[in-house]
């Protein structure tokens, strides 16, 4: 069965930028149709998703927050990656990674997340 | 973005009884050449990850018991719990996966009675 674990720094300062990994296993990161997928949940506005990436690169991000994020993927780990830049208060939240079994599927997959706080 | 409303924002039902959380989405997420709602439900417990139970409305997900069935088309859809066992407290989510950006409801927290 397949299991994602979110990693990363639980504190970032405001202006810099949030770096988490999500790291597979019990599967390739590059074999099926999978969309590997970051979200986070906030008390004010819930549930969020942020976007997604294929094992080919494909990516699609959140419109509201497409400035400012990029996920990409290392095959060659079993890994992708979100970034966040210019991160305010606005931005503290549990990150989720998950896994969709299509381009059109919810995801079935999660990690358990991590909570990011952003605080001087 | 689609905007999905639920209600009610919370709710109290004893156990053995029926527990019904309703869905709203601002635009139709059925999508006509398959016949397919893009709507999916998901249970989440205090520091859980959401999982999910229901998607295209009324599939459960293997695993998920037979008392949780999802109906609904179009912009209406209803999560039925048919007896409320205490487990099922928790918060339920709606979610459209029709359009980009993927959007959730704020949630329906369900409680004992």
């Known amino acids: 069965q397949v299991q994602l674990q979110e990693s990363g720094p639980g504190l970032v300062k405001p202006s810099q930028t949030l770096s988490l990994t999500c790291t597979v296993s019990?599967?390739?990161?590059?074999?099926?149709?999978?969309?590997w997928t970051w979200i986070r949940q906030t008390p004010g506005k819930g549930l969020e998703w942020i976007g997604y990436?294929?094992?080919?690169?494909?990516?699609y991000y959140n419109p509201s927050l497409k400035s400012r994020v990029t996920i990409s993927v290392d095959t060659s780990k079993n890994q992708f990656s979100l970034k966040l830049s210019s991160v305010t208060d606005a931005d503290t939240a549990i990150y989720y990674c998950?896994?969709?079994?299509?381009?059109?599927?919810?995801?079935?997959?999660w990690g358990q997340g991590t909570l990011v706080t952003v605080s001087s | 973005d689609i905007v999905m409303t639920q209600s009610p924002e919370s709710l109290a039902v004893s156990l053995g009884e029926r527990a019904t959380i309703n869905c709203k989405s601002s635009?139709?997420?059925?999508?006509?050449?398959?016949?397919?709602?893009?709507l999916a439900w998901f249970q989440q417990k205090p520091g859980q990850p959401p999982k999910l139970l229901i998607y295209w409305a009324s599939t459960r997900e293997s695993g998920v018991p037979d008392r949780f069935s999802g109906s609904g088309s179009g912009t209406d859809f209803t999560l039925t719990i048919s007896s409320l066992q205490a487990e099922d407290v928790a918060v339920y989510y709606c979610?459209?996966?029709?359009?980009?950006?993927?959007?959730f409801g704020q949630g329906t927290r369900l409680e004992i009675k």
């Open positions: 019990g599967g390739s990161i590059s074999s099926g149709d999978y969309y």
């Open positions: 979610q459209q996966y029709y359009a980009a950006p993927i959007t």
């Open positions: 635009q139709s997420v059925l999508y006509s050449s398959n016949n397919k709602n893009y």
């Open positions: 998950a896994r969709a079994g299509g381009q059109y599927l919810p995801p079935l997959y």
């Open positions: 990436i294929y094992h080919s690169g494909t990516t």
